[in-house]
Protein backbone atom coordinates (compact mmCIF):
# COMPACT_ATOMS: atom_id res chain seq x y z
CA UNK A 1 0.00 0.00 0.00
CA UNK A 2 1.02 3.84 -0.59
CA UNK A 3 2.89 5.14 2.25
CA UNK A 4 1.28 8.58 3.06
CA UNK A 5 3.92 11.71 3.76
CA UNK A 6 3.81 15.07 4.81
CA UNK A 7 0.38 16.27 6.49
CA UNK A 8 -2.88 14.14 6.09
CA UNK A 9 -6.17 16.10 4.82
CA UNK A 10 -9.57 15.61 5.78
CA UNK A 11 -11.50 15.16 2.85
CA UNK A 12 -15.41 15.30 2.17
CA UNK A 13 -16.29 12.22 0.19
CA UNK A 14 -16.41 12.12 -3.40
CA UNK A 15 -19.91 12.81 -4.10
CA UNK A 16 -20.08 11.75 -7.61
CA UNK A 17 -18.86 8.76 -7.94
CA UNK A 18 -22.34 6.79 -8.30
CA UNK A 19 -23.00 5.19 -11.56
CA UNK A 20 -26.07 8.07 -12.81
CA UNK A 21 -29.13 5.85 -13.14
CA UNK A 22 -29.91 4.22 -16.91
CA UNK A 23 -33.13 4.01 -18.01
CA UNK A 24 -33.62 2.64 -21.75
CA UNK A 25 -35.44 5.44 -24.20
CA UNK A 26 -37.51 4.51 -27.20
CA UNK A 27 -36.08 5.65 -29.85
CA UNK A 28 -39.16 8.55 -31.64
CA UNK A 29 -39.16 10.34 -34.63
CA UNK A 30 -35.66 11.41 -35.99
CA UNK A 31 -33.48 9.21 -33.80
CA UNK A 32 -35.64 5.96 -35.09
CA UNK A 33 -34.86 7.14 -38.60
CA UNK A 34 -31.57 7.26 -37.62
CA UNK A 35 -31.68 4.16 -35.96
CA UNK A 36 -32.73 2.60 -39.33
CA UNK A 37 -30.61 4.53 -41.88
CA UNK A 38 -27.80 2.88 -39.19
CA UNK A 39 -28.91 -1.02 -39.80
CA UNK A 40 -28.92 -0.09 -43.65
CA UNK A 41 -25.85 1.54 -43.39
CA UNK A 42 -24.19 -1.34 -42.07
CA UNK A 43 -25.94 -4.29 -44.46
CA UNK A 44 -24.66 -1.84 -47.51
CA UNK A 45 -21.20 -1.61 -46.36
CA UNK A 46 -20.92 -5.41 -45.17
CA UNK A 47 -22.07 -6.48 -48.48
CA UNK A 48 -20.25 -4.25 -50.34
CA UNK A 49 -16.67 -5.60 -48.35
CA UNK A 50 -17.47 -8.96 -48.51
CA UNK A 51 -17.59 -7.98 -52.73
CA UNK A 52 -14.44 -6.69 -52.47
CA UNK A 53 -12.71 -8.85 -51.03
CA UNK A 54 -13.65 -11.58 -52.99
CA UNK A 55 -12.72 -10.02 -56.08
CA UNK A 56 -8.99 -9.28 -53.72
CA UNK A 57 -9.17 -5.44 -53.80
CA UNK A 58 -6.52 -5.05 -51.18
CA UNK B 1 2.29 -3.02 -6.02
CA UNK B 2 -0.40 -5.78 -5.89
CA UNK B 3 -3.85 -5.97 -5.40
CA UNK B 4 -5.16 -6.22 -2.19
CA UNK B 5 -6.39 -9.58 -1.43
CA UNK B 6 -8.10 -9.31 2.20
CA UNK B 7 -9.29 -13.10 2.18
CA UNK B 8 -12.94 -13.08 4.16
CA UNK B 9 -12.79 -9.53 5.13
CA UNK B 10 -16.07 -8.01 4.49
CA UNK B 11 -14.06 -4.56 2.75
CA UNK B 12 -14.93 -4.08 -1.01
CA UNK B 13 -11.85 -4.20 -1.97
CA UNK B 14 -11.64 -2.38 -5.35
CA UNK B 15 -13.76 0.58 -3.56
CA UNK B 16 -10.99 0.70 -0.55
CA UNK B 17 -8.03 1.01 -3.57
CA UNK B 18 -10.47 3.73 -5.66
CA UNK B 19 -11.19 5.43 -2.34
CA UNK B 20 -7.57 6.02 -1.06
CA UNK B 21 -6.78 7.11 -5.20
CA UNK B 22 -9.13 9.96 -5.02
CA UNK B 23 -8.61 11.15 -1.47
CA UNK B 24 -4.71 11.26 -3.06
CA UNK B 25 -6.10 13.31 -5.75
CA UNK B 26 -8.56 15.65 -3.45
CA UNK B 27 -5.01 16.22 -1.41
CA UNK B 28 -3.35 17.51 -4.34
CA UNK B 29 -6.38 19.84 -5.67
CA UNK B 30 -6.33 21.15 -2.48
CA UNK B 31 -2.84 21.88 -1.81
CA UNK B 32 -1.93 25.30 -3.71
CA UNK B 33 1.62 24.55 -4.58
CA UNK B 34 3.33 23.93 -8.37
CA UNK B 35 4.84 20.81 -6.67
CA UNK B 36 1.03 19.71 -5.95
CA UNK B 37 -0.01 20.55 -9.09
CA UNK B 38 2.67 18.54 -11.20
CA UNK B 39 1.99 15.51 -9.43
CA UNK B 40 -1.84 15.84 -9.77
CA UNK B 41 -1.62 16.48 -13.25
CA UNK B 42 0.63 13.43 -13.42
CA UNK B 43 -1.49 11.32 -11.54
CA UNK B 44 -4.69 12.37 -13.30
CA UNK B 45 -3.27 11.86 -17.00
CA UNK B 46 -3.36 8.49 -18.35
CA UNK B 47 -6.20 6.73 -20.39
CA UNK B 48 -5.72 9.74 -22.85
CA UNK B 49 -2.27 8.97 -23.38
CA UNK B 50 -2.43 5.31 -23.04
CA UNK B 51 -5.01 5.07 -25.97
CA UNK B 52 -3.92 7.61 -28.74
CA UNK B 53 -0.41 5.25 -28.28
CA UNK B 54 -1.66 2.43 -28.38
CA UNK B 55 -3.64 3.60 -31.58
CA UNK B 56 -0.10 3.47 -33.20
CA UNK B 57 0.06 -0.38 -32.54
CA UNK B 58 1.87 -2.66 -34.82
CA UNK B 59 -0.92 -2.66 -37.49
CA UNK B 60 -0.83 0.78 -37.32
CA UNK B 61 2.90 1.39 -37.53
CA UNK B 62 2.78 -1.84 -40.50
CA UNK B 63 0.08 0.83 -42.20
CA UNK B 64 1.95 3.83 -41.85
CA UNK B 65 5.35 2.26 -43.04
CA UNK B 66 3.35 0.93 -46.42
CA UNK B 67 1.68 4.02 -46.97
CA UNK B 68 5.36 5.99 -46.87
CA UNK B 69 6.46 3.10 -48.90
CA UNK B 70 4.14 3.11 -51.57
CA UNK B 71 2.92 6.91 -51.62
CA UNK B 72 5.68 9.09 -50.36
CA UNK B 73 5.45 11.88 -47.78
CA UNK B 74 3.03 13.93 -49.90
CA UNK B 75 -0.03 12.96 -49.27
CA UNK B 76 -0.67 11.94 -46.10
CA UNK B 77 1.10 13.84 -43.68
CA UNK B 78 -1.42 16.48 -43.61
CA UNK B 79 -4.10 13.66 -43.33
CA UNK B 80 -2.16 12.21 -40.66
CA UNK B 81 -2.62 15.92 -38.85
CA UNK B 82 -6.10 16.11 -39.54
CA UNK B 83 -6.50 12.32 -38.02
CA UNK B 84 -4.91 13.53 -35.11
CA UNK B 85 -7.58 16.25 -34.88
CA UNK B 86 -10.35 14.20 -34.94
CA UNK B 87 -9.15 11.48 -33.00
CA UNK B 88 -8.76 14.20 -30.06
CA UNK B 89 -12.85 15.48 -30.92
CA UNK B 90 -13.87 11.62 -30.46
CA UNK B 91 -12.14 10.74 -27.52
CA UNK B 92 -12.56 14.04 -25.60
CA UNK B 93 -15.82 13.48 -25.91
CA UNK B 94 -15.67 9.64 -24.44
CA UNK B 95 -14.00 11.41 -20.88
CA UNK B 96 -17.18 13.79 -20.19
CA UNK B 97 -18.90 10.69 -20.70
CA UNK B 98 -17.11 8.61 -18.35
CA UNK B 99 -16.47 11.70 -15.71
CA UNK B 100 -20.32 12.17 -15.81
CA UNK B 101 -21.97 8.75 -16.01
CA UNK B 102 -19.43 6.39 -14.30
CA UNK B 103 -20.33 3.87 -16.60
CA UNK B 104 -18.68 2.32 -19.55
CA UNK B 105 -19.40 2.41 -22.85
CA UNK B 106 -21.07 -0.83 -23.60
CA UNK B 107 -22.76 -0.44 -20.32
CA UNK B 108 -24.29 2.88 -21.45
CA UNK B 109 -25.72 1.49 -24.92
CA UNK B 110 -26.48 -1.40 -23.93
CA UNK B 111 -28.97 0.44 -20.78
CA UNK B 112 -29.61 3.02 -23.28
CA UNK B 113 -30.70 1.73 -26.50
CA UNK B 114 -31.62 -2.17 -25.54
CA UNK B 115 -29.93 -5.46 -26.30
CA UNK B 116 -30.48 -5.16 -29.76
CA UNK B 117 -27.89 -2.66 -30.62
CA UNK B 118 -25.84 -3.44 -27.17
CA UNK B 119 -25.56 -7.13 -28.51
CA UNK B 120 -24.38 -5.70 -32.16
CA UNK B 121 -21.56 -3.44 -30.22
CA UNK B 122 -20.48 -5.60 -28.42
CA UNK B 123 -20.16 -8.52 -30.96
CA UNK B 124 -18.19 -5.70 -33.18
CA UNK B 125 -16.11 -4.81 -30.37
CA UNK B 126 -15.19 -8.51 -29.40
CA UNK B 127 -14.63 -9.35 -33.00
CA UNK B 128 -12.80 -6.68 -33.90
CA UNK B 129 -10.43 -6.51 -31.16
CA UNK B 130 -9.86 -10.15 -31.68
CA UNK B 131 -8.47 -9.40 -35.74
CA UNK B 132 -6.87 -6.74 -34.14
CA UNK B 133 -4.99 -8.44 -31.63
CA UNK B 134 -3.74 -11.18 -34.64
CA UNK B 135 -1.94 -7.73 -35.96
CA UNK B 136 -0.46 -7.11 -32.50
CA UNK B 137 0.90 -10.52 -32.21
CA UNK B 138 2.30 -9.92 -36.19
CA UNK B 139 4.24 -7.12 -34.87
CA UNK B 140 5.60 -8.93 -31.79
CA UNK B 141 6.42 -12.12 -33.70
CA UNK B 142 7.95 -10.13 -36.67
CA UNK B 143 9.73 -7.56 -34.64
CA UNK B 144 11.42 -10.34 -32.51
CA UNK B 145 12.68 -12.53 -35.33
CA UNK B 146 15.04 -9.47 -36.28
CA UNK B 147 16.62 -10.67 -32.47
CA UNK B 148 16.73 -14.33 -33.93
CA UNK B 149 13.66 -15.16 -31.45
CA UNK B 150 11.57 -17.80 -32.68
CA UNK B 151 7.61 -16.60 -33.43
CA UNK B 152 6.55 -19.37 -30.65
CA UNK B 153 9.03 -17.63 -28.33
CA UNK B 154 7.65 -14.25 -28.96
CA UNK B 155 4.09 -14.82 -29.09
CA UNK B 156 4.02 -17.18 -25.87
CA UNK B 157 6.26 -14.36 -24.07
CA UNK B 158 4.13 -11.35 -25.58
CA UNK B 159 0.74 -13.46 -24.15
CA UNK B 160 2.48 -13.66 -20.39
CA UNK B 161 3.54 -10.17 -20.49
CA UNK B 162 -0.17 -9.35 -20.76
CA UNK B 163 -1.22 -12.13 -18.11
CA UNK B 164 1.03 -10.66 -15.84
CA UNK B 165 0.61 -7.06 -16.38
CA UNK B 166 -3.70 -7.56 -16.18
CA UNK B 167 -4.16 -10.21 -13.36
CA UNK B 168 -1.63 -9.46 -10.56
CA UNK B 169 -1.08 -5.23 -10.86
CA UNK B 170 -3.85 -2.84 -9.38
CA UNK B 171 -5.37 -0.09 -12.07
CA UNK B 172 -3.02 2.67 -11.32
CA UNK B 173 -0.01 0.31 -11.17
CA UNK B 174 -1.13 -1.35 -14.58
CA UNK B 175 -1.91 2.05 -16.35
CA UNK B 176 1.81 3.68 -14.99
CA UNK B 177 3.37 0.24 -16.32
CA UNK B 178 1.49 0.53 -19.55
CA UNK B 179 2.66 4.31 -20.01
CA UNK B 180 6.60 3.20 -19.62
CA UNK B 181 6.10 0.70 -22.28
CA UNK B 182 4.11 3.67 -24.43
CA UNK B 183 7.11 5.92 -24.06
CA UNK B 184 8.96 3.01 -26.33
CA UNK B 185 6.76 4.11 -29.19
CA UNK B 186 9.10 7.27 -29.46
CA UNK B 187 11.47 5.16 -31.19
CA UNK B 188 9.94 6.26 -34.82
CA UNK B 189 11.24 9.51 -33.77
CA UNK B 190 15.54 9.19 -33.81
CA UNK B 191 15.16 6.92 -36.94
CA UNK B 192 13.21 9.82 -38.79
CA UNK B 193 16.02 12.40 -37.72
CA UNK B 194 18.12 9.88 -38.48
CA UNK B 195 17.02 9.14 -42.52
CA UNK B 196 17.53 12.58 -43.07
CA UNK B 197 14.46 13.47 -44.80
CA UNK B 198 14.16 16.36 -47.08
CA UNK B 199 12.00 18.62 -44.88
CA UNK B 200 11.56 20.98 -47.83
CA UNK B 201 8.91 17.76 -49.14
CA UNK B 202 7.54 17.53 -45.90
CA UNK B 203 6.58 21.16 -46.01
CA UNK B 204 5.45 21.11 -49.61
CA UNK B 205 3.10 18.49 -48.34
CA UNK B 206 1.19 21.12 -46.81
CA UNK B 207 1.31 23.81 -49.75
CA UNK B 208 0.30 21.20 -52.46
CA UNK B 209 -2.10 18.41 -50.91
CA UNK B 210 -2.28 16.33 -54.11
CA UNK B 211 -3.29 12.33 -54.43
CA UNK B 212 0.04 10.88 -55.66
CA UNK B 213 -1.51 8.67 -59.35
CA UNK B 214 -5.07 9.96 -58.63
CA UNK B 215 -8.05 8.23 -56.89
CA UNK B 216 -8.12 4.94 -57.46
CA UNK B 217 -9.82 1.64 -56.17
CA UNK B 218 -6.56 0.65 -53.95
CA UNK B 219 -5.60 4.25 -52.94
CA UNK B 220 -9.44 4.94 -51.42
CA UNK B 221 -8.48 1.34 -49.41
CA UNK B 222 -5.20 2.91 -48.16
CA UNK B 223 -7.11 6.11 -46.85
CA UNK B 224 -9.45 3.75 -45.33
CA UNK B 225 -7.00 1.27 -43.69
CA UNK B 226 -4.96 5.22 -42.57
CA UNK B 227 -8.27 6.34 -40.96
CA UNK B 228 -9.02 2.58 -39.38
CA UNK B 229 -5.85 3.26 -37.46
CA UNK B 230 -6.54 6.83 -36.57
CA UNK B 231 -9.87 6.52 -35.31
CA UNK B 232 -11.17 2.84 -34.04
CA UNK B 233 -14.55 1.96 -32.07
CA UNK B 234 -12.18 0.24 -29.39
CA UNK B 235 -10.76 3.30 -28.43
CA UNK B 236 -14.62 4.79 -27.19
CA UNK B 237 -14.82 1.20 -25.48
CA UNK B 238 -11.07 1.35 -23.36
CA UNK B 239 -11.30 5.17 -23.25
CA UNK B 240 -14.45 5.50 -21.63
CA UNK B 241 -13.87 2.27 -18.85
CA UNK B 242 -10.25 3.33 -17.67
CA UNK B 243 -11.52 6.59 -17.15
CA UNK B 244 -14.37 5.07 -14.89
CA UNK B 245 -11.87 2.53 -13.41
CA UNK B 246 -9.20 5.35 -12.60
CA UNK B 247 -12.50 6.80 -10.75
CA UNK B 248 -12.08 10.15 -12.60
CA UNK B 249 -15.25 12.94 -11.71
CA UNK B 250 -16.27 15.57 -13.52
CA UNK B 251 -13.82 17.88 -11.48
CA UNK B 252 -11.40 15.95 -13.65
CA UNK B 253 -12.35 16.42 -17.29
CA UNK B 254 -9.99 19.18 -17.57
CA UNK B 255 -7.00 16.88 -17.15
CA UNK B 256 -8.55 14.70 -18.47
CA UNK B 257 -8.85 17.03 -22.25
CA UNK B 258 -5.58 18.14 -21.79
CA UNK B 259 -4.27 13.81 -21.25
CA UNK B 260 -6.45 13.17 -24.52
CA UNK B 261 -4.42 16.31 -26.22
CA UNK B 262 -0.91 14.96 -25.13
CA UNK B 263 -1.65 11.76 -26.09
CA UNK B 264 -3.16 12.90 -29.61
CA UNK B 265 0.21 15.00 -30.57
CA UNK B 266 2.10 11.85 -29.65
CA UNK B 267 -0.13 9.72 -31.94
CA UNK B 268 0.25 12.23 -34.93
CA UNK B 269 4.47 13.00 -34.27
CA UNK B 270 4.98 9.12 -34.05
CA UNK B 271 2.98 8.23 -37.15
CA UNK B 272 4.51 11.20 -39.08
CA UNK B 273 7.53 10.24 -38.63
CA UNK B 274 6.92 6.63 -39.73
CA UNK B 275 5.73 7.75 -42.89
CA UNK B 276 8.75 10.41 -43.13
CA UNK B 277 11.06 6.99 -42.51
CA UNK B 278 9.65 5.13 -45.23
CA UNK B 279 8.74 7.68 -47.57
CA UNK B 280 12.77 8.82 -47.84
CA UNK B 281 14.25 5.42 -47.43
CA UNK B 282 10.93 2.93 -49.84
CA UNK B 283 9.47 5.06 -51.58
CA UNK B 284 10.16 4.92 -55.58
CA UNK B 285 11.64 1.79 -55.09
CA UNK B 286 10.81 -1.02 -57.57
CA UNK B 287 8.09 -2.64 -56.19
CA UNK B 288 7.91 -0.70 -53.33
CA UNK B 289 4.05 -0.86 -53.33
CA UNK B 290 4.15 -4.03 -52.00
CA UNK B 291 6.65 -4.10 -49.86
CA UNK B 292 5.24 -6.49 -46.55
CA UNK B 293 6.91 -4.98 -43.18
CA UNK B 294 10.33 -7.20 -43.32
CA UNK B 295 11.12 -6.06 -46.61
CA UNK B 296 10.50 -2.70 -45.09
CA UNK B 297 13.39 -3.36 -42.26
CA UNK B 298 15.64 -4.55 -44.03
CA UNK B 299 15.39 -1.30 -46.47
CA UNK B 300 15.68 0.17 -43.20
CA UNK B 301 18.66 -1.83 -42.22
CA UNK B 302 20.64 -1.09 -45.67
CA UNK B 303 20.32 2.40 -44.92
CA UNK B 304 20.63 2.82 -41.25
CA UNK B 305 23.01 0.05 -40.61
CA UNK B 306 21.95 -2.88 -37.67
CA UNK B 307 21.19 0.11 -34.98
CA UNK B 308 18.38 1.74 -37.39
CA UNK B 309 17.07 -2.29 -38.00
CA UNK B 310 16.76 -3.01 -34.27
CA UNK B 311 15.44 0.27 -32.99
CA UNK B 312 12.77 -0.23 -36.03
CA UNK B 313 12.07 -3.75 -35.26
CA UNK B 314 12.03 -2.80 -31.19
CA UNK B 315 9.45 -0.47 -32.10
CA UNK B 316 7.04 -2.68 -33.51
CA UNK B 317 7.25 -4.64 -30.67
CA UNK B 318 6.77 -1.97 -28.14
CA UNK B 319 3.24 -0.79 -30.41
CA UNK B 320 2.21 -4.61 -30.06
CA UNK B 321 2.74 -5.33 -26.35
CA UNK B 322 1.30 -2.19 -25.75
CA UNK B 323 -2.04 -2.52 -28.37
CA UNK B 324 -2.42 -6.14 -26.75
CA UNK B 325 -2.75 -4.73 -23.20
CA UNK B 326 -5.28 -2.17 -24.07
CA UNK B 327 -7.11 -4.34 -26.30
CA UNK B 328 -7.52 -7.17 -23.38
CA UNK B 329 -8.48 -4.86 -20.88
CA UNK B 330 -11.06 -3.35 -23.50
CA UNK B 331 -12.42 -6.60 -24.34
CA UNK B 332 -12.58 -7.25 -20.51
CA UNK B 333 -14.06 -4.11 -19.58
CA UNK B 334 -16.73 -4.27 -22.21
CA UNK B 335 -18.11 -7.54 -21.39
CA UNK B 336 -17.80 -7.17 -17.39
CA UNK B 337 -20.25 -4.21 -18.52
CA UNK B 338 -22.36 -5.96 -20.46
CA UNK B 339 -22.91 -8.81 -18.61
CA UNK B 340 -23.07 -6.71 -15.09
CA UNK B 341 -19.76 -8.72 -13.99
CA UNK B 342 -17.49 -7.28 -11.25
CA UNK B 343 -14.94 -5.18 -13.59
CA UNK B 344 -12.02 -3.55 -12.51
CA UNK B 345 -8.80 -4.40 -12.90
CA UNK B 346 -8.67 -3.68 -9.48
CA UNK B 347 -10.07 -6.83 -8.13
CA UNK B 348 -7.68 -10.02 -7.36
CA UNK B 349 -8.37 -12.79 -10.53
CA UNK B 350 -10.01 -15.13 -7.73
CA UNK B 351 -13.08 -12.81 -7.09
CA UNK B 352 -13.31 -11.36 -10.99
CA UNK B 353 -11.96 -14.02 -13.03
CA UNK B 354 -15.14 -13.60 -15.47
CA UNK B 355 -13.58 -10.41 -16.12
CA UNK B 356 -10.34 -11.21 -17.00
CA UNK B 357 -11.04 -14.20 -19.00
CA UNK B 358 -12.70 -13.01 -22.14
CA UNK B 359 -9.52 -10.26 -22.89
CA UNK B 360 -6.81 -13.49 -22.02
CA UNK B 361 -8.74 -16.00 -24.07
CA UNK B 362 -9.19 -13.56 -26.86
CA UNK B 363 -5.23 -12.78 -26.61
CA UNK B 364 -4.46 -16.31 -26.33
CA UNK B 365 -6.78 -17.19 -29.92
CA UNK B 366 -4.69 -14.79 -31.51
CA UNK B 367 -1.81 -15.34 -30.54
CA UNK B 368 -2.44 -18.89 -31.74
CA UNK B 369 -3.61 -17.64 -35.22
CA UNK B 370 -0.52 -15.71 -35.82
CA UNK B 371 1.55 -19.46 -35.41
CA UNK B 372 -0.45 -21.11 -37.63
CA UNK B 373 1.92 -21.43 -41.10
CA UNK B 374 0.96 -19.41 -44.18
CA UNK B 375 -2.08 -17.55 -42.42
CA UNK B 376 -3.10 -14.48 -44.84
CA UNK B 377 -1.34 -12.22 -42.29
CA UNK B 378 -1.23 -9.05 -44.45
CA UNK B 379 -4.63 -9.44 -45.97
CA UNK B 380 -5.77 -9.74 -41.86
CA UNK B 381 -3.98 -6.67 -41.05
CA UNK B 382 -5.59 -4.07 -43.98
CA UNK B 383 -9.14 -6.32 -43.26
CA UNK B 384 -8.89 -5.18 -39.75
CA UNK B 385 -8.27 -1.78 -40.36
CA UNK B 386 -10.94 -1.45 -42.90
CA UNK B 387 -13.59 -3.58 -40.71
CA UNK B 388 -12.80 -1.08 -37.86
CA UNK B 389 -13.38 2.39 -40.14
CA UNK B 390 -17.28 0.80 -41.65
CA UNK B 391 -18.07 0.35 -38.21
CA UNK B 392 -16.94 3.21 -36.66
CA UNK B 393 -19.64 5.29 -37.86
CA UNK B 394 -22.02 3.11 -35.74
CA UNK B 395 -20.00 3.88 -32.39
CA UNK B 396 -19.97 7.80 -33.44
CA UNK B 397 -23.60 7.50 -33.80
CA UNK B 398 -24.42 6.82 -30.47
CA UNK B 399 -21.37 8.38 -28.42
CA UNK B 400 -23.23 11.89 -30.09
CA UNK B 401 -26.44 10.39 -29.27
CA UNK B 402 -24.88 9.82 -25.53
CA UNK B 403 -23.19 13.25 -25.87
CA UNK B 404 -26.47 15.10 -26.48
CA UNK B 405 -29.05 13.30 -23.51
CA UNK B 406 -29.34 16.06 -21.31
CA UNK B 407 -31.32 13.85 -19.21
CA UNK B 408 -27.71 11.93 -18.79
CA UNK B 409 -25.03 14.50 -18.97
CA UNK B 410 -26.83 17.67 -17.71
CA UNK B 411 -24.35 20.72 -18.51
CA UNK B 412 -21.90 18.51 -20.13
CA UNK B 413 -23.59 17.86 -22.96
CA UNK B 414 -22.05 18.19 -26.66
CA UNK B 415 -21.28 22.45 -27.21
CA UNK B 416 -22.76 23.59 -31.27
CA UNK B 417 -19.19 23.63 -31.81
CA UNK B 418 -18.46 19.70 -30.69
CA UNK B 419 -21.53 18.11 -32.36
CA UNK B 420 -21.03 20.27 -35.65
CA UNK B 421 -17.53 18.53 -35.40
CA UNK B 422 -18.26 15.17 -34.58
CA UNK B 423 -21.27 14.69 -37.42
CA UNK B 424 -18.71 16.23 -39.71
CA UNK B 425 -16.63 12.92 -38.99
CA UNK B 426 -19.49 10.80 -39.28
CA UNK B 427 -20.08 12.78 -42.67
CA UNK B 428 -16.14 11.98 -43.85
CA UNK B 429 -16.18 8.48 -42.75
CA UNK B 430 -19.62 7.83 -44.55
CA UNK B 431 -18.49 9.04 -47.67
CA UNK B 432 -15.07 7.91 -47.77
CA UNK B 433 -16.82 3.98 -47.54
CA UNK B 434 -19.01 5.06 -49.65
CA UNK B 435 -16.48 5.65 -52.08
CA UNK B 436 -14.84 2.34 -51.19
CA UNK B 437 -18.27 0.65 -52.17
CA UNK B 438 -18.98 2.87 -55.18
CA UNK B 439 -15.36 1.69 -56.59
CA UNK B 440 -16.87 -2.12 -55.71
CA UNK B 441 -19.50 -1.86 -57.45
CA UNK B 442 -18.33 0.19 -59.99
CA UNK B 443 -14.43 -0.85 -60.88
CA UNK B 444 -14.10 1.44 -63.62
CA UNK B 445 -15.25 4.54 -62.09
CA UNK B 446 -12.11 5.25 -60.75
Do not use: C
Not at chain 2, 100 to 129: C, K, P, Q
Not at chain 2, 134 to 154: C, D, K, L, R, Y
Not at chain 2, 270 to 282: C, E, K, R
Not at chain 2, 401 to 423: C, F, K, P, T
Amino acid sequence: MRQKHGTLHIVEPVDLEAPVPLTRIAPKGPIRLVFWGLRAYILVMLALVAIGFARGLH
Amino acid sequence: MTKIRSGSAPVNDEVLLRAQDRAYVETLRRSSGWLQRVLLAMTLVGPGILVMIADNDAGGVITYAQTGATYGIGFFIPAILLGGLIAYVVQEMTVRLGAVTHRGHAEMIWGRYGSFWGWFSLGDLVVANMLTLVTEFIGITVGMSIFGVPPFASAVGGLVADTVILLFLRYRTWERVSIWIAGGNLVFVPLALMAHPHWGVVAAAFRHWTVPGGVTAAFLFVVLANFGTTIAPWMLFFQQSSVVDKGLTVADVRHGQWDTAIGSAAMVVVAIAIVVLTGTFAFGRPGAGTYDIQQIILVVGQHLGRSGEDLFALGLVESGVLATIALTASTSWAMGEAFRWPKSINMPASRAWQFYLPGLVSAAVAAGIVLIPHAPLGFLNLTVQVVASIFMPAAMLFLLLLLNDREIMGEHVNRRWQNVSAWAIVGLLVVLNGLYGASVALPKLF
